[in-house]
């Protein structure tokens, strides 16, 4: 038997001791894509990354979640409706829910997934253009102060790259108004609202700020040469990397 | 009403065609021609049955057994050197070629085409042509990496055009983007030669560790023959033969149902699976099931194997339960491979499909009588020696001329035509000039259609569109990676074959020597008109014949490829236009050079001589004018510039290179500014001294083994000694303006950035929406 080094495990981290004892759990769904991207990004940020498959009936001793972007099950329902049913899926919702307040990350069709699972509200229907569409995004971070936005600073811009098909944000005014007053856009489009989202909105939180769901990619963001850059060339390939290492301090607590 | 679905046919067994050899049969129907129905009956020795004839005439049909190129495609492996043998694993006759990229790792790569479903079905046949590619990547045992799509539709305002584009485009993305491969690059041609036969290539590559490697091949007496992934369905059937096969005309009845329907989900959970499989060695020999679906796999698996193989077909899982036993063989579905495994990890096997709830069914064995026997619930309808299927199909030579017309046109040079008239000279004219390259059909830029792709996913991909190569990192360790690019010119290779040919082998060599990396290896896909016209078919022998010799002299072998033929409407064929892929390989993708300029104050090198070669040009193209030669071909020139770039990436001495190729220097020169939006001042008396060219032809002019790069002012001296020593033409044409928002040329109008970025990105939205 032999061993494939997959592309996408592996990358040698000075770690820190301290943040690697933090296990941050990624969950696979068939059809997820962001899988190893997520683990990566874990990894550089200081971290220890736990793969996760859906069928798991436990969630194991994982201080957080990300639940990663792809296609689970071709989204050829309503993206994220068939996940959402996973015997995973339970157990992060009991944990998001439970007074320890698991931190849960939903990227892209994770972010569909966590919508369809009611922890966050509202819903993603197909963009406004009706197309796929990829391109390095700018964003404005709302509320630092979420569990996996604290390394931001309220209204900093950054730059990640952005992909998705069924991409456009929709909730009822009542909850948009309510999102807006209790400070749970996390994230707002800057400059291009690519989808059609309502009130620009990129990314939410629940009401405690232990999950947060956002179409665009910060995992893709994380390693200088593998990332956006600014429309001038300069690199900015390492703007999502705050999502990771701000979990981690959140887990190991105080100061990095 | 009977649940005993498989009682339904009169099933034709080998022992009732013995009794009836005069049964009729449709083998005209199914594409077979009487020399080639006469043939299957003596290599048979009686009338075949149903279902071996359903074998035959898929497998013998031009798309599975290159009848009409076999000949002339044997020279690619003739004509190979030592030091092309020296890194190839796997070479052509497999799946896919591979080469050794060193530290262990391995790379497989092949381009494709689904040219005639696309035209059919623009959405499914585009999106299906990716599949197939990947699955021929994972049949090697390796993960695929990325995609790239070389296409070609016709004039860009023709009604047709956006139904071909908006579904091709769509269907790429809906299928490459749910699988999780970048798309890191290709090309986009509008001309109308290819308004009924649009070219839709797709391009895969893969990377595994040496001992991973896999083979299509069935050995080991007792050892289980499994299907596996989607359920075959009555999609496809005849597709390989029907359709790839002959020309469209208004004559035969609608071909729609033949085109296959592709599930990414599915396929997407069949590459975990596959890689899960490899990884606990848990199969002996594996193939994809593409064109000729089940009649392909079970031929070329026994036939590439040691023995024989036995078959029950009604063990097939079934879409749809009234297919007969020779749709199931002919069947195209999507998303099936066939493995053998051996009893031992049967169990393991399962255990891997349950995991990933991938449908199975175990059909067989592996025996060593060295037939392949189908059964149909335990009456043999299929008793062949597969050798007579998959490999020995008939072969033809061709009868191929010179075309008369191909002097007239070669003599209609483009200089001095009624075209021609009017060639711009003063300022504004020149400024107007570039401005109209820069936002025509084929020069504008195709963001309209990169966007719709993901790029990104895996997080290895170093740079992709608009760069002049698409490049992966293999090895997160070490940054090992590799780089791909494709390219072609039908207007050039209309001109001269055999040359056109070696410019597009050119042309993607110097692509990817621009972005720093050594090329290594080629694939290529020939589309070309019926080889049944003896002026196709010599297009098609002498680009095979120009592609063979350049490669040779370039030292990089053919690994693999693909031919497309009968691409005419009627007796018009599109321009031949062979796609070649090149790979090279980067020691570490942090080294690739990007092609555009960052840093102000940089100078800007144009490396290589400018002739006056415009014929066969996007300007001339612009005029409506084609005719002419194709600028030179001068190999020992491309070879020198690619080490020059190659060592300028690896020691640091340039931070942008850009290629010279279509549009010449002004295409060049507007590409690198606009990449950063960063401009510079350009001043080319010196080049028009040295060159004896005026400065429209400076701009214009497509001549080849040229590139332009930026060298920050630390490295410059020592740049310029590399060039002297190696005796290459450079000359400092400008430098890197980061400030002033505009491309200066001297003797042409300031052309502002934002003016022509207008101009080059407003094009394909403006037909496309």
């Known amino acids: 038997m032999t061993s494939i080094p997959l592309i996408g495990e592996a990358v040698a981290v000075a770690a820190e001791p301290r943040l690697a004892g933090a296990k941050i ?11 190893r991207d997520a683990a990566r990004a874990v990894r550089l940020a200081g971290g220890t990354a736990v793969s996760l498959w859906h069928a798991d009936s436990e969630l194991g001793d994982v201080d957080a979640v990300i639940i990663p972007g792809g296609f689970s099950y071709g989204d050829y329902l309503r993206a994220g409706a068939i996940s959402r049913f996973a015997p995973l899926m339970s157990k992060i919702i009991d944990a998001a829910n439970s007074d320890a307040k698991l931190p849960v990350l939903g990227i892209c069709n994770g972010f569909q997934i966590l919508t369809e699972s009611h922890l966050l509200p509202g819903s993603m229907i197909k963009n406004d253009h009706l197309k796929f569409i990829c391109r390095d995004q700018t964003l404005r971070v709302e509320n630092a102060n979420t569990a996996w936005t604290v390394d931001y600073t309220d209204g900093q811009e950054i730059i990640v790259p952005l992909k998705n098909q069924d991409g456009q944000y929709i909730a009822d005014e009542k909850t948009l108004d309510a999102l807006e007053a209790e400070g749970r856009v996390v994230f707002r489009y800057v400059g291009f609202n690519p989808n059609g989202s309502r009130r620009d909105i990129a990314g939410i939180s629940n009401a405690a700020g232990n999950v947060v769901g956002l179409m665009p990619h910060p995992e893709h963001a994380v390693e200088a040469g593998f990332g956006p850059e600014s429309l001038n060339g300069e690199p900015r390939d390492t703007d999502g990397l705050g999502f990771f290492t701000s979990v981690l301090t959140k887990i190991v607590g105080g100061d990095k | ?73 044997r020279q690619f492996g003739e004509k190979v050197t030592e030091e092309m043998k020296k890194d190839m694993l796997v070479g052509i006759g497999e799946n896919a070629g591979v080469t050794n990229l060193g530290d262990g790792w391995a790379v497989t790569f092949k381009i494709e085409s689904h040219n005639s479903p696309s035209f059919v079905e623009p959405y499914q046949g585009a999106a299906t042509g990716i599949g197939g590619i990947v699955r021929d990547i994972i049949s090697m045992g390796a993960r695929p990496v990325a995609v790239m799509d070389p296409l070609r539709f016709g004039a860009i305002d023709h009604p047709d055009t956006a139904r071909v584009m908006h579904g091709a485009v769509a269907g790429i993305g809906g299928y490459g983007n749910c699988l999780g491969l970048p798309n890191i690059g290709g090309e986009m041609v509008f001309d109308s030669v290819y308004q009924g036969n649009p070219l839709v290539n797709a391009l895969a590559v893969g990377v595994m560790r040496h001992e991973d490697i896999r083979l299509a091949n069935a050995s080991g007496k007792g050892n289980k023959v499994v299907l596996f992934g989607a359920r075959t369905g009555g999609d496809g059937i005849g597709g390989a033969s029907v359709l790839a096969s002959e ?257 597009a082998l050119a ?74 892929a090149v790979l090279g390989k980067l020691d570490d993708v942090a080294r690739r050079t990007p092609s555009g300029w960052r840093e102000d104050g940089q100078a800007i090198y144009l490396l290589g001589t400018t002739a006056a070669e415009l014929d066969g040009s996007e300007w001339s193209n612009l005029r409506g004018h084609l005719g002419g030669l194709p600028p030179k071909v001068d190999l020992a020139a491309e070879r020198a510039l690619g080490e020059i770039l190659i060592n300028a990436s690896r020691d640091g001495m340039v931070d942008a290179a850009h290629d010279l190729s279509e549009g010449g220097l002004a295409a060049a020169l507007v590409e690198s500014s606009l990449r950063y939006g960063v401009g510079a001042r350009i001043a080319l008396e010196e080049l028009m001294e040295r060159d004896g060219v005026d400065l429209f032809t400076a701009l214009f002019s497509e001549s080849q083994a040229r590139a332009i790069v930026s060298v920050p002012r630390s490295e410059e001296v020592r740049f310029k000694d590399m060039c002297t020593a190696r005796g290459f033409a450079h000359l400092r044409i400008g430098v890197v303006d980061a400030a002033g928002g505009k491309l200066e040329i001297n003797g042409v109008d300031e052309l502002s950035l934002d003016a022509l970025r207008e101009a080059h990105e407003a094009t394909l939205p403006k037909y496309f929406g």
């Open chain 1, 25 to 35: 759990g990624v969950v696979t769904f068939p059809g997820t894509l962001d899988d």
């Open chain 2, 1 to 73: 009403m009977t649940t005993e679905t498989t009682k339904k046919f009169n099933i034709d067994t080998v022992e009732h065609a013995a009794k009836t050899p005069d049964t009729e049969l449709p083998w005209a129907e199914l594409g077979l021609k009487q020399n080639e129905f006469d043939e299957i009956v003596k290599v048979l020795g009686r009338r075949p049955t149903g279902a071996e004839l359903a074998m035959y005439s898929v497998m013998w049909s031009e798309h599975c057994s290159y009848k009409s190129s076999k000949n002339h495609l």
């Open chain 2, 247 to 503: 020309s469209f005309d208004d004559t035969k009845p609608s071909k729609r149902p033949a085109v296959q329907v592709g599930d990414p989900f599915a396929e997407k959970v069949l590459i975990e699976c596959c890689l899960e499989l490899f990884k606990g060695s848990l199969v002996e020999g594996i193939q994809d099931l593409g064109a000729a679906g089940i009649s392909c796999a079970t031929s070329e698996l026994a036939s590439n194997g040691d023995g024989g193989m036995e078959v029950e077909l009604t063990s097939v899982l079934l879409r749809d339960p009234t297919l007969t036993p020779g749709e199931i063989l002919m069947s195209e579905s999507q998303e099936r491979m066939m493995a053998v495994v051996t009893p031992e990890n049967i169990e393991a096997f399962e255990a891997v499909m349950d995991k990933w709830a991938v449908e199975y069914s175990w059909l067989g064995e592996v025996t060593d009588t060295g037939r392949l026997i189908i059964t149909w619930e335990g009456e043999v309808i299929v008793d062949v020696d597969p050798r007579t299927v998959a490999h020995d199909g008939p072969v033809y030579d061709r009868p191929f001329a010179r075309p008369e017309w191909q002097d007239s046109v070669q003599a209609n040079s483009f200089t001095g035509s009624v075209e021609d008239a009017g060639r711009p000279s003063a300022p504004t004219e020149l400024a107007a000039a570039v401005t109209e390259l820069v936002a025509s059909p084929n020069m504008c830029s195709k963001s309209w259609i990169t966007k719709q792709y993901d790029r990104y996913v895996g997080g290895n991909t170093a740079m992709a569109f608009p760069d002049d190569a698409g490049v992966v990192r293999v090895d997160e360790e070490t940054g090992l990676g590799v780089a791909l690019a494709t390219d072609a010119n039908g207007r050039y290779t209309y001109l001269e074959p055999y040359q056109g040919a070696q410019l």
């Open chain 2, 507 to 580: 042309e993607a060599y110097r692509n990817v020597a621009t972005s720093g990396a050594v090329p290594m290896a080629v694939s290529d896909c020939l589309n070309f008109g019926s080889p049944e016209d003896p002026d196709v078919m010599w297009q098609l022998a002498e680009a095979i014949r120009g592609l063979s010799d350049a490669c040779m002299e370039l030292g990089i072998p053919v690994t693999g490829g693909n031919v497309s033929l009968y691409n005419q409407t009627g007796t018009t064929p599109i321009h031949p236009s062979p796609v070649v």
